[in-house]
C-alpha cells in the first residue's frame, strides 16, 4: 500500500512516498519557506510558516497563502479534528488557539485562551513569547491543548470553549515542587487513548505525567525532561518516551509496558543518548512510527518493533503527516 508522508522542513514542504519499509521524495513545496507544522485531510494540507498559513486543495500541487486572520501568525501546530464535522486547529506564539470550519478558510480566535495567556503571564524562556501552544491530543467533544509555559487546556464542547484543566494552575512558575495531583506547567506535547477521554499523558520540562480523569490529577511516571511521547491505541499501558537528562542533552529513547512504572531502552539502530539532540515529536503513520529529532533528524520504525532506519532528507525536519 502506498502511503505519501509530508514533512515540514527549514527549506518548505516535502513529499515522501512510502512502500512497505521504502521511502522515496517525489515532491517538494514553498522552497522559499520554513514550514513549522502542517496538518493533512485529504487532498487538503495546511502548512503553518513564522509568518502565516498556507493552503493546498490538490494535494500539493499548488499553494495559496491565506490572508484572513490568519496571514501573519507565528504558527507552532495545527491539528484536524472529526467530531461529527472537521475542524482544524492553530495553535500560536505568543500562545492563542484558532479555529477553522471550513478546512482552514477562514480562522477565528479563542478569545479566552489570551485572557488566560494575559492574566497568568505565560512566557517561553528561548523567545520573548508569550508562551505558545505546540500540541492538541482530541477524543470526541473533549480535547486538550499543551501550552509552554502555561500549562493543560480542555475543552468540553469541540473546541467551542476552551479553560484551564482543573490540575493545572496556569502559573509558570519553573522551580521548586508541584503541588500533589498538579501538572508542570512547561508542557510540550498531548495525548489521549482511544479507549476514554479521561486518559491523558503529557511530556514537560518537569517529567513525563498521567492523567486518569480528564486533567484533574496528575501522577508523575517518570522524573525526566522530555517533549515527545506515543501511547499505543491498541494498549494504555504500553508508552514509548522521548526522554532526556536536560533540555537537548543526553537524549534517548524509553519504552514502558506497565503503563510508566518501569521503562527499558527502545532505540535498536541509534546510537543514544544523544549528547546535544532528543526526540521532539513522535509521529504515528497507519502502523508504524516517525521520530522527529530537534537537531532536524528524521528516523522510521516498522511497526512497534522499534528498530530505527534515519530517512535522509537533505533539509531540517520540524514535523511531519501522512495522507
Given at each position: 500500500m502506498e502511503i505519501h508522508v509530508f514533512l515540514a522542513t527549514e527549506a518548505g514542504v516535502y513529499r515522501l512516498e512510502k512502500q512497505?519499509?521504502?521511502?522515496?521524495q517525489t515532491g517538494r513545496y514553498l522552497d522559499d519557506q520554513e514550514i513549522t507544522c502542517l496538518a493533512v485531510t485529504g487532498d487538503i494540507i495546511l502548512a503553518g510558516t513564522h509568518n502565516g498559513i498556507y493552503r493546498s486543495e490538490d494535494g500539493a500541487a499548488t499553494w495559496q497563502k491565506l490572508n484572513d486572520s490568519s496571514g501573519d501568525l507565528y504558527l507552532r501546530w495545527i491539528a484536524v479534528h472529526n467530531g461529527g464535522r472537521y475542524t482544524v486547529f492553530a495553535g500560536t506564539e505568543p500562545?492563542?488557539?484558532?479555529?477553522?470550519?471550513?478546512?482552514?478558510?477562514?480562522?477565528?480566535?479563542?478569545?479566552?485562551v489570551a485572557r488566560l495567556r494575559d492574566k497568568h503571564g505565560w512566557f517561553l524562556p528561548y523567545s520573548n513569547g508569550?508562551?505558545?501552544?505546540?500540541?492538541?491530543?482530541?477524543?470526541g467533544q473533549r480535547g486538550y491543548a499543551a501550552v509552554e509555559?502555561?500549562?493543560?487546556?480542555?475543552?468540553?464542547?469541540?473546541?467551542?470553549?476552551?479553560?484551564?484543566?482543573?490540575g493545572s494552575s496556569g502559573n509558570p512558575s519553573m522551580g521548586g515542587v508541584n503541588e500533589p495531583g498538579m501538572i508542570h506547567p512547561d508542557v510540550h506535547s498531548i495525548?489521549?487513548?482511544?479507549?476514554?477521554a479521561d486518559l491523558v499523558c503529557a511530556p514537560t520540562g518537569g517529567g513525563f505525567y498521567l492523567s486518569p480523569d480528564g486533567g484533574q490529577n496528575w501522577k508523575l511516571l517518570y522524573d525526566c525532561y522530555c517533549r515527545a511521547a506515543w501511547w499505543n491505541p491498541e494498549n494504555p499501558d504500553h508508552l514509548l518516551l522521548g526522554s532526556a537528562d536536560g533540555v537537548e542533552r543526553m537524549g534517548r529513547i524509553e519504552e514502558s509496558l506497565d503503563r510508566g512504572r518501569t521503562w527499558n531502552p527502545a532505540s535498536e539502530g541509534m546510537q543514544t543518548?544523544?549528547?546535544?539532540?532528543m526526540?521532539?515529536?513522535?509521529?504515528p503513520m497507519k502502523g508504524d512510527l516517525f521520530a522527529v529529532l530537534s537537531n532536524g533528524e528524521l528516523w522510521f520504525s516498522q511497526g512497534n518493533r522499534f528498530v530505527w532506519n534515519e530517512v535522509e532528507v537533505g533539509a531540517r525536519v520540524n514535523a511531519a503527516a501522512s495522507a
Open positions: 512497505g519499509n521504502h521511502l522515496s500562545a492563542a488557539i484558532y479555529v477553522s470550519n471550513d478546512n482552514g478558510g477562514a480562522w477565528q480566535e479563542r478569545p479566552e508569550a508562551g505558545c501552544v505546540r500540541g492538541f491530543a482530541f477524543h509555559v502555561g500549562g493543560v487546556l480542555r475543552t468540553d464542547n469541540g473546541g467551542v470553549l476552551w479553560q484551564l484543566a482543573p495525548y489521549t487513548h482511544p479507549y476514554s543518548p544523544w549528547t546535544r539532540h526526540v521532539e515529536r513522535f509521529v
